[in-house]
């Protein structure tokens, strides 16, 4: 049953009795908190420059003049 929707069901249920109704929300939170918005984020000139270099970048090939 693993992968259908049943199975996902039943796990949810197991989950949730073995750790807790609110176990979701609890992995859920963990997740949120363990950001701290670094990259980007902390440095907008080097978000800048990567930028323009994929911009720079073309995903389409030379065009053929006929």
């Known amino acids: 049953?693993?992968?259908?929707?049943?199975?996902?069901a039943k796990a949810a249920a197991t989950n949730k009795a073995k750790y807790g109704s609110d176990f979701y929300a609890r992995i859920g939170a963990m997740g949120?908190?363990?950001g701290r918005t670094g990259g980007f984020y902390a440095n907008r000139e080097l978000a800048r420059s990567a930028g323009?270099?994929?911009g720079r970048i073309?995903?389409?090939g030379k065009k053929i003049s006929a």
Do not use: N, P, Y
């Open 32 to 34: 949120g908190k363990v």
């Open 58 to 60: 073309s995903r389409r």
């Open 52 to 54: 323009a270099k994929g």
């Open 1 to 8: 049953m693993a992968g259908t929707q049943a199975g996902g």
